[in-house]
């Protein structure tokens, strides 16, 4: 992996929250963002664009996060791409769920848009630091 990140493949159905998210990761946090509107556009781009981490939502029609997040691991130049997922579903059980399947991590909605930069980088430097183990950590922004 990279020193750093800098680019991020953003999945969100949701207008509202992808348009404040995009500004959050671009304009704040100075990142490359890729934004899919469903989990079938994700796989679409993910190759050609290469990022370095994948954010996630949770909820999405057709094909859900969690799905989306099984086929993702079977490309090969993805397979290793930390994933973080993205949702309000934040209970204990949930979020063990998504850490289980192997997401570096999980951001809470609602998200703090001043802070979601400085905590993907958290989430991705804990992934560098310890690439074999899979679920860096869970973002308590809110």
């Known amino acids: 992996m990279a020193s750093?990140?800098?680019?991020?493949l953003y999945?969100?159905?949701d207008e509202m929250i992808w348009e404040v998210t995009l500004m959050a990761l671009r304009d704040l946090g100075g990142f490359e963002v890729v934004h899919c509107p469903s989990g079938a556009a994700?796989?679409?781009v993910a190759e050609t664009?290469?990022?370095?981490?994948?954010l996630l939502d949770v909820m999405m029609p057709?094909?859900?996060?969690?799905?989306?997040?099984?086929r993702l691991r079977k490309m090969p130049s993805i397979a290793?791409?930390?994933?973080?997922?993205?949702t309000?579903?934040?209970q204990t059980h949930e979020t063990a769920a998504y850490m289980a399947m192997g997401?570096?991590?999980v951001i809470p909605k609602p998200f703090d848009p001043m802070t979601i930069a400085d905590d993907l980088r958290a989430i991705y430097a804990d992934t560098a630091a310890c690439p074999s183990s899979s679920g860096a950590g869970v973002s308590t922004a809110s």
Do not use: H, W
């Open 4 to 8: 750093g990140l800098n680019s991020i």
């Open 11 to 13: 999945v969100e159905d």
């Open 42 to 44: 994700a796989l679409e």
């Open 49 to 54: 664009f290469e990022p370095q981490m994948i």
């Open 62 to 70: 057709g094909m859900d996060g969690p799905e989306t997040f099984r």
């Open 80 to 86: 290793d791409v930390p994933i973080v997922f993205m």
């Open 88 to 90: 309000a579903k934040v």
């Open 103 to 105: 997401a570096a991590g």
